[in-house]
């Protein structure tokens, strides 16, 4: 099993004020799979995807990420293990103003090992014609393509993606998570995306869904639809 959860917990707040966000997070994901963390506000998928990545620690329980436990890892190991396994990509852009697309992108890279080719993939996120201009000169679409090169250039076993669709229209959001798609086919990195759209769990192949930290459902999806086909 690639990606794997174990019992997580996790409060934050102290006494009375105490609130218990994950209350015993147990599944799997395949190697290869775009999984979908689906649920309200609240209920517990962000801070699931942060545990995930790394950038939260679990009260109690695991990730074991390919036979390797996060938690026992030092956190210069943790750094590294971030820097070279993983990709994020958030609601939020977070590009570098005064560097240009292909600058943006090439940041990416120098955090890993093994990069994939930089003019290949803008080619494949339909930026490399735009590849000299500055984030304040492209539209929100073309930013978070961007941001999504900037994530996959590294080559990440798995890319984490947080409502990345949250600040884009109807169209450019799916011309986003076609993008998605084609990275996951073209690359074959394991895809995490929370997400509280319910249309589009229709493109993954695994859906959890999440309601007050518990899972409520969590499936195989048998009848994938293409990220272009959806509708909501």
Excluded at 3 to 28: P, Q, T, Y
Excluded at 109 to 115: E, F, H, R
Excluded at 151 to 173: F, H, M, Q, R, W
Aim: hydrophobic share 35%; with cysteine; proline share 3%.
């Amino acid at each position: 099993m690639f990606l794997e959860l174990s019992e997580i917990k996790k409060s934050f707040g102290s006494a009375d004020n105490r609130v218990e966000v994950l209350k015993g997070i147990d599944c799997e994901i395949e190697r290869g799979e775009i999984c979908v963390l689906l649920g309200p506000s609240g209920s517990g998928k962000s801070t699931l995807l942060n545990i995930i990545g790394g950038i939260d620690s679990p009260d109690s329980g695991y990730v074991s990420i390919d036979g390797v436990k996060t938690g026992e890892m030092k956190e210069r190991q943790l750094t590294k293990y971030r820097r070279n396994h993983l990709g994020y990509i958030f609601q939020m852009y977070n590009l570098i103003p005064n560097l240009n697309v292909k600058e943006n992108v090439e940041v990416g890279a120098y955090l890993s090992d093994k990069p994939l080719d930089i003019d290949d993939l803008l080619k494949t996120l339909g930026l490399y014609e735009h590849r000299h201009k500055l984030p304040n000169q492209l539209s929100g679409g073309q930013q978070q393509r961007t941001a999504i090169g900037r994530a996959i250039v590294k080559n990440p076993d798995i890319l984490l993606c947080d409502e990345p669709t949250g600040a884009l229209d109807y169209t450019t959001s799916k011309e986003i998570l076609k993008l998605i798609e084609d990275v996951n086919a073209k690359y074959g990195n394991t895809v995490v995306m929370v997400t509280h759209n319910d249309a589009i769990k229709n493109m993954a192949d695994r859906v959890i869904r999440l309601r007050d930290g518990m899972i409520r459902k969590n499936y195989v999806n048998e009848e994938k639809i293409p990220a272009m086909d959806l509708d909501w």
